[in-house]
């Protein structure tokens, strides 16, 4: 085995402190509050635009009120 490969977890996935974008982008210095379709807000009120959450939100947004109903 390389020298220069990352260890895995028992599951196979890499562990948090050597995936590739926390050293390229750090990590979010932001607590968000609530989200609703594709806008989050932090604890201090502003809002955000959510360009990197899954699947799910992607195509049914945050706090989707059928969802929410069906759940």
């Given at each position: 085995?390389?020298?220069?490969?990352?260890?895995?977890t028992?599951?196979?996935?890499?562990?948090v402190?050597?995936?590739?974008?926390?050293?390229?982008?750090?990590?979010?210095?932001?607590?968000?509050?609530?989200?609703?379709?594709?806008?989050?807000?932090?604890?201090?009120?502003?809002?955000?635009?959510?360009?990197?959450?899954?699947?799910?939100?992607?195509?049914?947004?945050?706090?989707?009120p059928?969802?929410?109903?069906?759940?």
């Amino acid at each position: 085995m390389s020298s220069r490969a990352f260890p895995t977890t028992t599951m196979g996935g890499q562990p948090v402190d050597h995936c590739p974008f926390i050293p390229v982008f750090g990590a979010p210095q932001v607590m968000f509050e609530r989200g609703s379709g594709t806008e989050l807000w932090d604890t201090e009120g502003r809002r955000y635009l959510d360009f990197l959450t899954g699947l799910a939100v992607v195509s049914l947004g945050h706090a989707n009120p059928v969802i929410n109903q069906a759940v």
